[in-house]
């Protein structure tokens, strides 16, 4: 089992950047694929990125694709998010998660077996 703890949501300008932190605990994190997701109000949840367990591949919603970069560091158990040139649509709740495998394509919350508690992000317009 895994244990997820997000951190680093707050405040931030429109055009300006954040990064988001998954501590994570657990003896399968190091083999598991880590995802970030998002939930905005009154919308579902999306896929942002995701990362296989060594971190070699990446895979990203085609929209994030090019603003957000998806980093782990396995030796302090964490994922990163940078999220650069941040619009007020990005504003959400932001959850790490976690499954065992890796995958691509198509991704939605139910490939996802392990989840955080959120963090929230704000971009004001």
């Known amino acids: 089992q895994v244990r997820l703890v997000e951190s680093g949501g707050r405040f931030v300008q429109s055009g300006g950047s954040l990064r988001l932190s998954c501590a994570a605990s657990?003896?399968?994190?190091?083999?598991?694929?880590v995802g970030w997701f998002r939930q905005a109000p009154g919308k579902e949840r999306e896929f942002v990125a995701c990362?296989?367990?060594?971190?070699?591949?990446?895979w990203y919603e085609d929209s994030m694709r090019g603003r957000f970069t998806i980093s782990r560091d396995n030796a302090k158990n964490t994922v990163d998010l940078q999220m650069n040139s941040l619009k007020s649509e990005d504003t959400a709740v932001y959850y790490c998660?976690?499954?065992?495998?890796?995958?691509?394509?198509?991704?939605?919350?139910?490939?996802?077996?392990?989840w955080g508690q959120g963090t929230q992000v704000t971009v004001s317009s």
């Open positions: 990362i296989s367990s060594s971190g070699g591949d990446t």
């Open positions: 998660a976690a499954r065992n495998g890796w995958i691509i394509g198509h991704i939605t919350p139910m490939n996802f077996a392990y």
């Open positions: 657990g003896r399968t994190f190091s083999t598991s694929t």
